[in-house]
């Protein structure tokens, strides 16, 4: 049976293969030979070499975006992680009714899209800050880092901690009650037999949000659209008002190169952070 | 075993995030020329015989949304009339320039499309026809309608508009005051100043909110900024510059403090009010101003809101110039292209729709009618939109039509940093908010023509 499957495995990988060749593959490689061209439209194009990743890292904004862009991962992974935590932990103990009900409120936010999100956002903010009297978010970009912050906080810590709920609920009964005995208190528990056995977890859950923070497109177009002056533009916003905001032959090229330096650095650091975590994980 | 399995899963899950990761990440720019590709095999065999039978076929994108029902009219009526297909597709708002580059990729590329001036033509001189000596160029009133660069005729300005200062007349007499009294800027300055003082007891503002979300935003960073540049301009004698001198700043700021400070809302909330808001305190009576164009005759007079007795249209004042004698701000931003790398048959074929628009009653009437627009074109139907008669007022009683120049403004870039310099202003108004509006104005301009131009 098992040898049947495997001789027909590629008929069954063919439809598979063929929309992930014509919607992946064959566009990536175009992009990335637009990367090296000047061009207006995709069949146009003039080759002219290693000019556009020269004008990338001459571009003041590209880098200014990126300084951004980490900052706001940071702070948004460790906040995603420890709250979506904290909740999976409160969420999985027995004596809690309700807990289904909880589990769906917090997961709901989740489904709701994030253009629809960044103006609801938007108008709650504005309103905080002129009651307050502080500047609004197109003149705050202090406002608008911390508006992105909560609200991505709000969107994904559901999401994040079902994956959590998943990884804590598959702890083994025995070793938690094997601590009990031996004396642990909750905090050792927690930190030397349900950390390492939930790692698994941990390792998607950071991934998600790392990669989803370096992304950050529709929430951050929506919320401020990188006002006042780009100080709030993100690298994904960053690459397309290159490319569509500025006229010109010149800027198209440039936008190319940025979107492939981008997707490079997105692999990278995720391929990074993905072998950091992964070697903690621990095996039943 | 079962932990395994899971992480397996996991594994699996992340690796198809990762993969869609990349995919969003270029996928902006990728994804029309992989839509393309599909389109293509659809569509050419159907072009190709199309051609073969009608010696050519006209495909218009279209920029304006409100006119898209009376195009696709005025084709049907073309396509009965003379068997030649002709499509009309119309981007959607703000969106125009991105439907443009994808199809343009296609083999089934728009055959007719607009640029909105010269600044706009940097990214589509390649793909456009030199129409020197064409039926459509000769039908022009004036030469100044055509886009023209280098000796070459790149574009045909189709339709002309005008803004100013659109008063609700109703209102003005309400408040003691008569439109032939406006008329200079101390004027308009101490009226909107009286106003705002008897705001409570009048229950109206002076100016609608000078909003500056970017549904309303181009009314200021845009059309607003047009009048400095104008005057200096005139002052110099030039028609477009490399490095702006911002002589006529100081009248920038009067007006738009006297907008901002005589609104209906607080200048520090600016930032966040659209245009819809803007129109509806305009249309509600809330206020007795509202800068905008002849565009928006039709929403104004829609459910007979206003009827033509309560509107007025005033020239903007921003006391510079001969005052006297100013009209409104008149020219066109709309200006159509062939596209040259067409085939010829479908060239011909549009420059013959083009003409038969401009030249033949049913195009003339449906242009003016359905439309409501002004065209530069000889056999021109007069039409009933009311800001457009009163240009053609004030120019037959003498006055001078402030010229649109924003079409010389570097790059959209730069009118993002006016704009965004503005709100910042509009919120805090001391005079070192107002240095960096003029820095956004003089050193942007001088940077951003540098970056447009240099490579």
Same mark, same amino acid.
């Given at each position: 049976?098992?040898?049947?499957?495997?001789?027909?495995?590629? =008929?069954?990988?063919?439809?598979?293969?063929?929309?992930?060749?014509?919607? %992946?593959?064959?566009?990536? %490689?175009?992009?990335?030979?637009?990367?090296?061209?000047?061009?207006?439209?995709?069949?146009?194009?003039?080759?002219?070499?290693?000019?556009?990743?020269?004008?990338?890292?001459?571009?003041?904004?590209?880098?200014?975006?990126?300084?951004?862009?980490?900052?706001?991962?940071? &702070?948004?992974?460790?906040?995603?992680?420890?709250?979506?935590?904290?909740?999976?932990?409160?969420?999985?103990?027995?004596?809690?009714?309700?807990?289904?009900?909880?589990?769906?409120?917090?997961?709901?936010?989740?489904?709701?899209?994030?253009?629809?999100?960044?103006?609801? /956002?938007?108008?709650?903010?504005?309103?905080?800050?002129?009651?307050?009297?502080?500047?609004?978010?197109?003149?705050?970009?202090?406002?608008?880092?911390?508006?992105?912050? =909560?609200?991505?906080? /709000?969107?994904?810590?559901?999401?994040?901690?079902?994956?959590?709920?998943?990884?804590?609920?598959? &702890?083994?009964?025995?070793?938690?009650?094997?601590?009990?005995?031996?004396?642990?208190?909750? /905090?050792?528990?927690?930190?030397?037999?349900?950390?390492?056995?939930?790692?698994?977890?941990?390792? =998607?859950?950071?991934?998600?949000?790392?990669?989803?923070?370096?992304?950050?497109?529709?929430?951050?177009?929506?919320?401020?659209?990188?006002?006042?002056?780009?100080?709030?533009?993100?690298?994904?916003?960053?690459?397309?008002?290159?490319?569509?905001?500025?006229?010109?032959?010149? /800027?198209?090229?440039?936008?190319?190169?940025?979107?492939?330096? %981008?997707?490079?650095?997105?692999? &990278?650091?995720?391929?990074?952070? %993905?072998?950091?975590?992964?070697?903690?994980?621990?095996?039943? | 075993?079962?932990?395994?399995?899971?992480?397996?899963?996991?594994?699996?899950?992340?690796?198809?995030?990762?993969?869609?990761?990349?995919?969003?990440?270029?996928?902006?720019?990728?994804? $029309?020329?992989?839509?393309?590709?599909?389109?293509?095999?659809?569509?050419?065999?159907?072009?190709?015989?199309?051609?073969?039978?009608?010696?050519? @076929?006209?495909?218009?994108?279209?920029?304006?949304?409100?006119?898209?029902?009376?195009?696709?009219?005025?084709?049907?009526?073309?396509?009965?009339?003379?068997?030649?297909?002709?499509?009309?597709?119309?981007?959607? @708002?703000?969106?125009?320039?991105? *439907?443009?580059?994808?199809?343009?990729?296609?083999? @089934? +590329?728009?055959?007719?499309?607009?640029?909105?001036?010269?600044?706009?033509? !940097?990214?589509?001189?390649?793909?456009?026809?030199?129409? *020197?000596?064409?039926?459509?160029?000769?039908?022009?009133?004036?030469?100044?309608?055509?886009?023209?660069?280098?000796?070459?005729?790149?574009?045909?300005?189709?339709?002309?508009?005008?803004?100013?200062?659109?008063?609700?007349?109703?209102?003005?007499?309400?408040?003691?005051?008569?439109?032939?009294?406006?008329?200079?800027?101390?004027?308009?300055?101490?009226?909107?100043?009286?106003?705002?003082?008897?705001?409570?007891?009048?229950?109206?503002? $002076?100016?609608?909110?000078?909003?500056?979300?970017?549904?309303?935003?181009?009314?200021?960073?845009?059309?607003?900024?047009?009048?400095?540049?104008?005057?200096?301009?005139?002052?110099?004698?030039?028609?477009?510059?490399?490095?702006?001198?911002?002589?006529?700043?100081?009248?920038?700021?009067?007006?738009?403090?006297?907008?901002?400070?005589?609104?209906?809302?607080?200048? $520090?909330?600016?930032?966040?009010?659209?245009?819809?808001?803007?129109?509806?305190?305009?249309?509600?009576?809330?206020?007795?101003?509202? !800068?905008?164009?002849?565009?928006?005759?039709?929403?104004?007079? +829609?459910?007979?809101?206003? *009827?033509?007795?309560?509107?007025?249209?005033?020239?903007?004042?921003?006391?510079?110039?001969?005052?006297?004698?100013?009209?409104?701000?008149?020219?066109?931003?709309?200006?159509?292209?062939?596209?040259?790398?067409?085939?010829? +048959?479908?060239?011909?074929?549009?420059?013959?729709?083009?003409?038969?628009?401009?030249?033949?009653?049913?195009? *003339?009437?449906?242009?003016?009618?359905?439309?409501?627009?002004?065209?530069?074109?000889?056999? +021109?139907?007069?039409?009933?939109?009311?800001?457009?008669?009163?240009?053609?007022?004030?120019?037959?009683?003498?006055?001078?039509?402030?010229?649109?120049?924003?079409?010389?403004?570097?790059?959209?870039?730069?009118?993002?940093?006016?704009?965004?310099?503005?709100?910042?202003?509009?919120?805090?108004?001391?005079?070192?908010?107002?240095?960096?509006?003029? $820095?956004?104005?003089?050193?942007?301009?001088?940077?951003?023509?540098?970056?447009?131009?240099?490579?």
């Amino acid at each position: 049976m098992e040898k049947a499957i495997k001789r027909y495995a590629p =008929i069954f990988v063919l439809p598979t293969f063929l929309a992930f060749t014509i919607g %992946f593959i064959v566009p990536f %490689f175009q992009g990335l030979y637009l990367s090296f061209c000047q061009f207006t439209t995709a069949k146009n194009a003039k080759f002219i070499g290693f000019d556009n990743y020269i004008r990338v890292f001459q571009d003041e904004t590209f880098l200014d975006s990126f300084g951004f862009t980490v900052m706001f991962a940071i &702070v948004s992974i460790l906040s995603i992680n420890i709250i979506a935590f904290a909740l999976a932990m409160i969420l999985t103990r027995d004596n809690l009714k309700g807990t289904n009900v909880f589990r769906t409120v917090f997961f709901m936010p989740n489904l709701i899209g994030g253009i629809v999100l960044g103006y609801i /956002w938007q108008i709650l903010l504005n309103c905080v800050l002129s009651i307050v009297g502080e500047p609004l978010l197109a003149l705050n970009s202090t406002a608008g880092y911390w508006g992105m912050i =909560i609200l991505m906080c /709000w969107q994904q810590i559901g999401y994040m901690m079902i994956i959590y709920i998943a990884g804590i609920q598959n &702890v083994p009964e025995a070793l938690v009650e094997a601590a009990a005995i031996d004396g642990a208190t909750s /905090w050792q528990t927690l930190t030397k037999v349900k950390l390492p056995m939930v790692m698994p977890s941990i390792t =998607i859950c950071v991934f998600l949000t790392l990669t989803n923070s370096f992304k950050l497109f529709d929430q951050n177009l929506a919320l401020t659209a990188g006002e006042p002056r780009h100080a709030t533009e993100m690298l994904a916003l960053n690459i397309y008002n290159t490319f569509y905001a500025r006229a010109g032959a010149q /800027w198209k090229g440039l936008g190319q190169a940025k979107a492939v330096v %981008f997707c490079i650095l997105v692999i &990278v650091i995720s391929l990074i952070q %993905f072998r950091a975590t992964h070697s903690k994980e621990v095996q039943q | 075993m079962k932990k395994k399995l899971l992480s397996a899963l996991l594994s699996v899950a992340m690796v198809a995030t990762l993969l869609a990761g990349c995919g969003s990440s270029t996928g902006a720019a990728e994804e $029309a020329p992989a839509n393309d590709a599909a389109a293509k095999e659809e569509a050419a065999p159907a072009e190709k015989e199309e051609a073969s039978a009608e010696g050519g @076929s006209v495909y218009y994108l279209n920029f304006k949304p409100e006119q898209d029902e009376a195009w696709q009219n005025l084709a049907k009526a073309y396509t009965e009339a003379t068997g030649v297909e002709v499509t009309v597709v119309t981007a959607a @708002s703000g969106e125009y320039e991105t *439907t443009l580059m994808s199809e343009m990729g296609k083999s @089934s +590329a728009p055959t007719l499309f607009q640029v909105n001036g010269p600044v706009g033509l !940097q990214n589509w001189k390649d793909y456009c026809l030199d129409l *020197t000596g064409t039926d459509i160029y000769n039908e022009l009133t004036s030469d100044s309608f055509a886009l023209s660069e280098d000796g070459m005729v790149y574009g045909i300005g189709y339709v002309i508009e005008s803004y100013g200062i659109i008063a609700n007349k109703t209102l003005l007499a309400e408040a003691g005051y008569d439109v032939a009294d406006i008329n200079s800027f101390e004027a308009l300055k101490a009226c909107a100043e009286d106003i705002t003082a008897r705001k409570d007891e009048l229950g109206f503002g $002076a100016f609608s909110s000078a909003g500056m979300d970017p549904s309303s935003d181009w009314r200021f960073k845009t059309h607003l900024a047009n009048l400095p540049i104008y005057f200096e301009y005139q002052a110099d004698g030039i028609s477009a510059t490399p490095a702006i001198k911002g002589s006529f700043l100081d009248n920038y700021r009067n007006i738009w403090d006297l907008y901002i400070n005589n609104s209906t809302c607080d200048p $520090a909330e600016l930032s966040a009010k659209t245009g819809d808001d803007s129109r509806a305190e305009f249309l509600a009576g809330e206020a007795v101003f509202f !800068q905008n164009g002849s565009w928006e005759y039709g929403s104004l007079t +829609a459910d007979g809101a206003f *009827t033509d007795e309560d509107l007025v249209m005033l020239p903007i004042y921003i006391g510079a110039g001969d005052e006297a004698n100013q009209g409104l701000c008149t020219g066109t931003e709309n200006y159509w292209c062939v596209n040259s790398q067409a085939e010829e +048959a479908d060239i011909q074929a549009t420059l013959a729709f083009m003409n038969w628009c401009v030249t033949s009653e049913e195009g *003339t009437t449906a242009m003016a009618n359905d439309m409501g627009f002004v065209i530069p074109f000889k056999k +021109a139907v007069e039409s009933p939109n009311l800001f457009v008669k009163q240009d053609t007022e004030y120019t037959a009683a003498g006055k001078k039509p402030v010229s649109w120049n924003f079409t010389t403004m570097p790059s959209e870039e730069w009118k993002n940093g006016v704009g965004s310099a503005l709100t910042a202003y509009a919120a805090d108004q001391t005079d070192a908010n107002w240095d960096a509006v003029v $820095a956004a104005f003089v050193d942007g301009w001088a940077s951003e023509y540098a970056l447009a131009n240099g490579q």
